[in-house]
């Protein structure tokens, strides 16, 4: 079967003509039929094929929305957690900043969280970094956990300058502020780098290098991620700009954000000096748990700590 070419140069933007459609469909039909199965991601595309209209990007944000956070106190006492409101593009978005355990420490991580659910799903990544030693902050994007409006790309990345400046109005400089991005949440962490400040270090787990690799990761499509996608998320283009240390993890078994076509190109395109791990046998949110907590947290407290 002919694959059909140069997606990007067809004028689609919200409606795709029936012979396209027809076409793209036939492609999507063929794969399946070569290797019995269809991914989660071409389940979705098929179905906005159907429907004449293109647009993945709300499928980006598995978010859930709560009236309150229900965080577990049996590692970080709730004496040193202080719930947070800011304002992103006049919505309230809400966080929380954790105080370390050690008088006088300086150093802070501000955590940006993957797509889904909301910062509760996330409390034991804050715990490890808690473990650490470090202040920890952790909000949620517009649209996740009690934080108002819905989540988009640039609104992912106000909230993430929100926090940024938050942190700036509690005196911590811009040297003591290392930066996290998790899934997701590397697209506004990198753009926290390139873009907002220089922190004193940045660091990606299991990243997508932008809208086109995460499309292709996840289907076999040989497409670009704008024909489906408004949004570019080029986080491999962005980290060019990023003059701080590059810490990049990525699961090795990473079946959602596949680690050549992502973790690797947003590496080969960052500055030095920079440092990549590949984890053995971790999944997509495994890594952590697969280099073994101990390992983890000894290998992140040493990049932050070093000079």
């Not at 996608?229 to 283009?237: D, F, H, P, S």
Request: charged share 20%; proline share 3%.
């Amino acid at each position: 079967m002919r694959k059909i070419k140069n997606l990007q140069s067809m004028s689609f933007r919200s409606r795709v003509s029936g012979r396209a459609s027809s076409l793209f469909l036939l492609e999507l039909t063929a794969r399946f039929l070569a290797r019995h199965f269809v991914t989660a991601l071409e389940m979705t595309i098929i179905a906005v094929m159907f429907s004449g209209c293109f647009d993945l990007d709300s499928s980006l944000f598995n978010n859930d929305a709560l009236t309150s956070y229900n965080l577990r106190t049996s590692v970080i006492p709730e004496s040193l957690r202080t719930q947070v409101v800011l304002t992103s593009q006049g919505k309230k978005i809400y966080g929380y900043f954790v105080k370390s355990s050690n008088a006088g420490e300086k150093n802070i991580i501000l955590y940006n969280h993957g797509n889904r659910d909301h910062l509760q799903f996330y409390w034991d990544r804050v715990e490890l970094f808690y473990k650490m030693g470090f202040n920890v902050f952790i909000y949620d994007y517009q649209g996740y956990g009690m934080s108002e409006g819905e989540p988009t790309e640039s609104g992912i990345y106000s909230d993430a300058d929100a926090a940024y400046y938050y942190l700036q109005s509690r005196g911590f400089s811009d040297g003591q502020i290392t930066v996290y991005g998790f899934s997701l949440g590397g697209a506004p962490a990198t753009h926290l780098a390139a873009n907002t400040f220089t922190p004193k270090c940045l660091i990606l787990e299991a990243s997508f290098a932008s809208a086109s690799a995460l499309t292709q990761s996840g289907t076999l499509l040989d497409m670009p991620g704008t024909f489906v996608m408004k949004g570019e998320y080029n986080n491999a283009e962005k980290i060019k700009l990023v003059a701080s240390p590059v810490l990049i993890l990525h699961g090795a078994d990473d079946k959602f954000i596949d680690l050549e076509k992502n973790g690797k190109v947003i590496y080969r395109n960052a500055n030095e000096p920079k440092k990549f791990i590949a984890v053995p046998g971790a999944d997509h949110s495994e890594v952590p748990w697969k280099m073994g907590e101990a390992f983890y947290i000894s290998e992140i407290k040493k990049y932050i700590l070093e000079p």
